[in-house]
């Protein structure tokens, strides 16, 4: 049986947690002072319909009286890592989704710690006891199926769906509730004359196949509990980045190379920390009327250097100013493509010293110290205007 985990309002939680007249109150992380996006939200604020990824202005107008807060992500981080030792206790075979949620399958270890259920109630509690913060879970023969059990079950909450029950389980749910239907899948489908999964399962394949596509016979599998995907191990990250909202817009090329700079070192140092190479180099790029751009490139070999990383995104970043002059609210970098630095490497065919060893030698010595005294205690020249701006800002 698999598992499905997730932490209720993870960000949110933990502020609450941490400041404790916070608890029952409506808080939104980040968003604050209108500027920039809601990144989480709390179940007292989703009362009053703020959502993650709204923009700070519509939740301020939603609920003025909200505690908005300023996120502190690599706390965040810290307490996911908790959250997921907490899951090695039970099983080695874990799949993270991301810092909240994750995938455990549970098949080998029932001797030592019991049944399904009994590990699942095990878990919630244990990350209850010793972090004090809330947690669903869903249980299912089927990846998907645990996840739908567990999101069914917010907040707080407990579903377990046994082998012979997945038909009765699935059959009233929307569509909507099938993983890769959107907003636009679901209306499409409804057009079609399909509400519930069960309108879906009860379809022959194939004329779902000549409405939909190989689509229409993912969602025909999905309806049937038709799900051959396992639980995968230390699962690789498609990418990681880094991204900023400005407290004011920005426009000089100065202060923007600064940005980017500063978001190149720490996501180049998030990739080094995994062990991993980056093949592809992503800048996002957000405009004051909130209109988002994006711009890639390959790299002809996969880095993790900070140097080649910065010198990409400075030109993505010239490429995009070109065509998108106007004030920015917003910079992003991402490194997709990613492998393992740990693979045996091509060497260079003559043998001969290149600059990338004296780059490697001082993305080694920058992460010692930034490891040691803080991220900010070393850092490029050229990101010294963004982080004595981002230090000057006030906390809280």
Known sequence: MIL??????????????????????PVVVGGSEGRGVVTAASYEAREYGIHSAMPGSRAIKLCPHADFVRG???????????????????????????????????????????????IGIAIRET????????????????KFVAKIASDIGKPNGFVEVPADGVREFLDPLPVS?????????????????????????????????????????????????????????????????HERTFSEDLSDIESLNAVVSYLSEQTARRLRRARRLASTITLKYRREDFQTFSRA???SAPTDSTLEILQVAEELLLEMRSREPRSVRLLGISLGGLTDADAPKQLNLFGEETGENASSK??????QIA?????????????????????????G
Not at 83 to 101: A, C, G, K, M, N
């Open 362 to 367: 001082v993305d080694t010595l920058s992460d």
């Open 297 to 299: 490139r390959k790299l």
């Open 177 to 241: 509730r099938l993983w890769g239907v959107g907003k636009v899948g679901q209306t499409k489908l409804q057009r079609l004359g399909y509400r519930t999964i069960a309108d879906l399962r009860v379809k022959e394949v194939e004329a779902l196949k000549s409405q939909l596509g190989r689509w229409g016979e993912h969602l025909w599998n999905l309806a049937n509990g038709i799900d051959r995907r396992r639980v995968v191990v230390d699962h690789l990250a498609k990418g990681i980045g």
């Open 371 to 395: 490891s040691k005294l803080g991220k900010h205690s070393v850092y490029r020249a050229s990101s010294h205007q963004w982080v004595d701006r981002k230090n000057d800002k006030p906390k």
């Open 127 to 142: 990350i209850r006891r010793e972090l004090d913060l809330p947690a669903s879970v869903g249980i299912a023969p089927l």
């Open 72 to 118: 502190r992500l690599d706390h965040y981080a810290s307490v996911g890592r908790a959250v997921r030792e907490i899951f090695h206790r039970f099983t080695p075979v874990v799949q993270p989704l991301s810092l909240d949620e994750a995938f455990l399958d549970v098949s080998g270890t029932i001797r030592l710690h019991g049944s399904p259920r009994e």
């Open 4 to 25: 499905h985990v997730d932490m209720d309002a993870f960000y949110a939680s933990i502020e609450q947690r941490d400041r404790p007249e916070l608890r029952g109150r």
